[in-house]
């Protein structure tokens, strides 16, 4: 599919349309947490970069980025698992069913990759919040290419159209959106079609999305582990000075190093 859109991108960005991103771009409008790509995080030294991880200076840099990454993106990660959570208790299983044409196997794999990037767009999911509105999706009757192109269309949603707007201006956020829907349609298309013959397209639409009660297994486990880390790296970002800095993120001259404790 990057293949697939590199090629498209090549063949109608044009050097006057480059020139008008490279104005908008230059404009210099300020983003959420803007501060934060301005940052010089790193951490030098000798030394391979586990060690310089476990130093000080390198947990308190993990801790930071790793707040300041929640916080840049907490809005769309809990909008997108909310609406995702919406479709898939609110909407019935009949309304897919007819939505997707999969009583008609043909038309259902032709209109699959059409409207399943506009899935993702209208239902705003991320990265995070796709995967489970695709289990909705998949076991409501549309087909594996739509799926996929689904899947795809976490690089369209409307979040990053938005910032493709503010960036590069709205004609080539346009421009993006178009040339981007049509490799995922057609990256999907030529992947139903591979795995078809292949024989390896799912014949079961009874995909797993919630665990019907709480079970103690591996997963339960690694969640505590990794909540626990994660309480770890939220203590150092406050003992070492986090908040103080993300107060300077929106600031339109953001300080271009941090000293970490």
């Known amino acids: ?70 916080t840049m993106i907490w809005i769309d990660i809990a909008l997108g698992l909310l609406i995702a959570g919406a479709l898939a208790a609110w909407v019935p299983k009949e309304f897919w069913q007819a939505f997707f044409l999969s009583a008609d196997p043909v038309g259902s794999k032709i209109v699959g990759p059409l409207i399943g990037p506009i899935v993702a767009i209208v239902s705003f999911v991320c990265s995070v919040g796709n995967v489970p509105l695709a289990a909705v999706l998949w076991n409501g009757g549309i087909s594996f290419g739509g799926v996929i192109a689904f899947l795809f269309a976490d690089l369209i949603v409307l979040p990053i159209l938005d910032i493709y707007r503010r960036y590069y201006g709205l004609r080539i956020a346009l421009l993006l959106l178009g040339v981007s829907y049509a490799a995922m349609a057609g990256a999907a298309y030529i992947l139903e079609l591979a795995f078809g013959v292949a024989g390896l397209v799912p014949q079961q639409r009874s995909a797993q ?53």
């Open 1 to 70: 599919m990057v293949a697939l859109l590199t090629v498209m991108l090549r063949a109608v960005m044009t050097p006057q349309r480059i020139v008008e991103a490279k104005q908008q771009a230059d404009r210099g409008l300020l983003g959420r947490m803007e501060g934060h790509a301005a940052m010089d995080m790193s951490v030098g030294g000798d030394g391979s970069i586990l060690a310089r991880t476990l130093t000080p200076k390198g947990f308190t840099s993990v801790s930071h980025f790793f707040v300041m990454d929640w």
């Open 209 to 261: 999305i919630v665990e019907a009660h709480l079970t103690w297994n591996y997963t339960t486990w690694l969640n505590i582990v990794f909540l626990g880390l994660a309480a770890l790296l939220v203590w150092r970002f406050l003992k070492t000075g986090g908040p103080e800095m993300l107060r300077m993120m929106n600031q339109a001259t953001p300080a271009e190093a941090h000293q970490h404790s």
